[in-house]
């Protein structure tokens, strides 16, 4: 570890650049904080996670383990990634439907966005607060997120739209096996959404 802060990781198998500043204490070993990316204090990142640069990560954002987070990319309070997850260059989270200067929302009043396992979402992805987004998920670059996107399900454009279904691997699927890895899936019993068996 590089970092100096009061409050960094007190772990020395946590990374921060130089130029970066990573002001929590709950961040997994083996996590690294590149040049420009900063981390308020009360954030939880897991381990082997990548913060890249210029990356915003605010205090009441929860990481998993493995997590990618490309650059430019900003994560606002109440934003909850599982382990696994790819977040693409500049992809944005919001927290506030109605945002206005002069009010200042508490944080029970900010809309939470949960990311699941092994999720994907493409450079420029902008997802609007209030949404969950399943897992194995695939948003494709500059897509707009405004409503929950099911498990294994692809969506793109502005608003996203379902276009179809990938695997875990990532490869889409035109039947209920992927043509890449073997993997079976089938239809989830508790929502629209598809699970590998």
């Keep these: 570890m590089t970092a100096a802060q009061p409050g960094a990781p007190a772990d020395a198998d946590v990374f921060v650049h130089p130029h970066g500043l990573c002001e929590s204490d709950r ?3 083996g996590t690294r904080v590149w040049a420009y990316a900063h981390v308020l204090p009360g954030a939880r990142i897991g381990a082997g996670c990548n913060i890249c640069d210029g990356v915003f990560v605010e ?5 998993g383990d493995r997590v990618t987070v ?9 934003v909850t990634c599982g382990d696994d997850v790819f977040l693409g260059p500049n992809v944005l989270f ?3 439907l109605r945002p206005r200067a002069a009010i ?15 999720a994907t979402l493409g450079a420029g992805t902008v997802v609007v607060c209030g949404v969950a987004i399943g897992p194995h998920a695939f948003c494709a670059a500059g897509s707009v997120v405004t409503r929950d996107v ?3 399900a692809l969506v793109a454009g502005n608003p ?10 990532g490869e889409r699927l035109d039947g209920l096996t992927c ?11 508790d929502g629209p959404g598809l699970r590998a068996l």
């Design 27 to 29: 961040v997994g070993r």
């Design 59 to 63: 205090g009441r954002v929860v990481l």
């Design 70 to 78: 490309k650059n430019a990319t900003l994560l606002f309070d109440g």
């Design 94 to 96: 919001t927290n506030d």
């Design 104 to 118: 200042r929302r508490e944080p029970g009043e900010l809309l939470s966005t949960t990311v699941g396992t092994g």
């Design 150 to 152: 099911p498990a294994h």
């Design 160 to 169: 996203a739209r379902q276009k179809g279904w990938v695997c875990r691997c």
């Design 179 to 189: 043509p890449g890895c073997g993997t079976a899936h089938d239809m989830e019993r």
